[in-house]
């Protein structure tokens, strides 16, 4: 399991003053003004792991504004373009029944309604309606599963699987 989460990328610097533009990877962007710190991952291992304290924060669009303590210029924040967010997961939101956090999902091993593994979860789609599920099937083809009660029979994090039921017609083009 994971032990940090990605909870947005910062695009670009707003404004003079070091303020950033967030682009949120969470469902609930309004979570910002919750937090006080995050941890910073620039994929470089010199500033990994680096944690900011939030000063403030505004929303523009879709977009979280932040302003971090101690980075007060355009030229300070510039640095940390294209640079994810992290929260611990002991800062992770609450998930109600039934639900489970995607880094969580990837890579569990996938039965079938028997116990038979049949694949691995390769990725996590998330449409309107419902999340659909890509796994990656022993024999090679891929299966697109929509992510609702008649196909996903059991999850367990824990244990590390997903039970499922293919429906009629779902395997005819994989």
Request: charged content about 30%; some cysteine.
């Amino acid at each position: 399991m994971e032990d940090f989460f990605k909870i947005g990328i910062i695009t670009a610097t707003h404004g003079l003053h070091g303020e950033v533009k967030v682009y949120p990877t969470t469902d609930d962007v309004k979570r910002f003004k919750k937090l006080k710190k995050v941890t910073l991952d620039t994929g470089k291992a010199q500033t990994m792991g680096t944690v900011l304290e939030i000063e403030s924060v505004k929303f523009f669009k879709q977009f979280a504004i932040l302003k971090f303590q101690g980075i007060d210029h355009i030229e300070d924040a510039q640095k940390y373009r294209k640079a994810s967010l992290l929260v611990p997961r002991s800062e992770a939101v609450r998930l109600q029944k039934d639900e489970y956090f995607i880094a969580d999902l990837i890579g569990m091993s996938v039965r079938d309604e028997d116990g038979t593994e049949i694949g691995v979860l390769k990725d996590v789609l998330e449409t309107g309606a419902n999340d659909v599920y890509v796994i990656t099937m022993s024999d090679g083809r891929e299966l697109l599963l929509p992510a609702i009660k008649q196909c996903v029979l059991e999850v367990d994090v824990e244990a590390g699987f997903i039970r499922i039921h293919i429906l009629d017609g779902l395997l005819d083009g994989a």
